[in-house]
């Protein structure tokens, strides 16, 4: 794979637009960590030059060379992760790069921030503060055994219901799995959208295609709506039909 640096295509001025633009940022950072860190791991060769790894604006990670230009455009992510990876263990490891990728999404929002007065970068850094950063969502999955969507507080399974044409309920999926403290790398569920990991208290509905989850505020789907909804499709799924 070839490596380019990191391109900026947004400019986000208020409080909200920043706040979407650090929310994708930590989703995708989150995914690198979490769901898709087999893949990372691999990207980060010791064997190649400094390297770093960026959250997108548009939700994707990317393992890449720093940016060329003197100073940056934006405030640049730790260099040389990839020389580390294998002279430590593997989950101290994926812990330390957590800590620098949370230092540098609070850098590039208040990078952003600079220009707005004192009450709405205090405004924005509470919205932050309510997310869990990038560390918390990697450690989490090692020291707490929690329900998955699909799992109610007596341990029984719940079906993610959807009706079909002759008005009949149906399951559409069943996300019911058993953990163990020494679980694998893969046990959490975070919102596809923003990153955000699983509350047993939000609506979250799953998308049929994907598979993925998310929170319904962030895909604009309402419980009574999601009642209507025979075979969910989540925005991403739903624009590569249209490209076809």
């Given at each position: ?18 706040y979407k633009d650090y929310s994708a940022r930590r ?68 812990s330390l790069v957590a800590v620098h990728s949370d ?142």
């Open positions: 794979m070839e490596m380019a640096p990191a391109h900026v295509s947004s400019n986000p001025r208020t409080v909200e637009d920043i989703g995708a950072l989150v995914r690198a960590l979490t769901s898709d860190v087999d893949e990372f791991f691999d990207f980060c060769d010791p064997d190649k030059e400094n390297l770093c790894l960026y959250g997108h604006s548009n939700g994707r990670w990317e393992v890449a060379l720093p940016a060329e230009e003197v100073p940056p455009e934006l405030p640049e992510p730790a260099l040389g992760i990839n020389f580390a990876r294998d002279g430590m263990n593997r989950r101290d490891w994926l230092s540098w999404l609070v850098s590039v929002a208040f990078f952003f921030a600079a220009r707005l007065n004192g009450n709405e970068r205090k405004r924005l850094f509470n919205m932050i503060n309510d997310l869990p950063t990038v560390y918390e969502a990697l450690v989490d999955r090692k020291q707490h055994v929690r329900e998955r969507p699909g799992v109610d507080n007596s341990g029984k399974s719940r079906h993610s219901t959807k009706r079909t044409s002759d008005g009949q309920v149906k399951s559409s999926r069943v996300v019911a799995e058993e953990y163990e403290d020494d679980d694998e790398e893969h046990n959490e569920t975070f919102c596809g959208t923003c990153g955000g990991r699983y509350n047993a208290n939000e609506f979250w509905i799953g998308c049929d295609i994907c598979e993925r989850w998310f929170h319904g505020k962030c895909v604009r789907i309402t419980p009574a709506k999601a009642e209507h909804i025979k075979h969910y499709k989540c925005p991403d799924c739903s624009s590569k039909k249209n490209r076809l």
